[in-house]
């Protein structure tokens, strides 16, 4: 079975930082593209964060760039969030994706999350 388990979130002050993890299990973990997904209450889900299993290229949405970074460990199996400045609009819950799509069918996992509160 695959699991995905987020870790890493909490209270932090606008400016603050934190580093989120998510460890996948039960599936190839170097042949996904991993993301980072928040949403606010009453708010759309939305795409942070992505990096991609051929290349490792990262995108990030203008609301996140410069302050996000993503990053993926392939022997631990596990991508990571490092959220920099944070502002009070980033509080959410945080959940980490892994997808991959095949002339099959595609396999879309997700994470629980990880809540973030920005608060001063």
């Known amino acids: 079975q695959v699991q995905l388990v987020e870790s890493g979130g909490g209270l932090v002050q606008p400016g603050g930082s934190l580093r989120l993890s998510c460890a996948a299990s039960?599936?190839?973990?170097?042949?996904?593209?991993w993301n980072w997904y928040r949403q606010a209450p009453g708010k759309e889900r939305e795409l942070v964060a992505r990096?991609?299993?051929?290349?490792?290229?990262?995108e990030y949405p203008d609301s996140v760039k410069g302050r996000f970074s993503i990053s993926r460990d392939n022997d631990k199996n596990t991508v990571f969030l490092r959220m920099n400045s944070l502002k009070p609009e980033d509080t959410g819950v945080y959940s980490c994706?892994?997808?991959?799509?095949?002339?099959?069918?595609?396999?879309?996992?997700w994470g629980q999350g990880t809540q973030v509160t920005v608060s001063s």
């Open positions: 990096i991609t299993a051929i290349g490792g290229n990262t």
């Open positions: 039960g599936l190839t973990f170097s042949v996904y593209d």
């Open positions: 994706n892994g997808r991959l799509q095949t002339t099959w069918g595609v396999n879309d996992y």
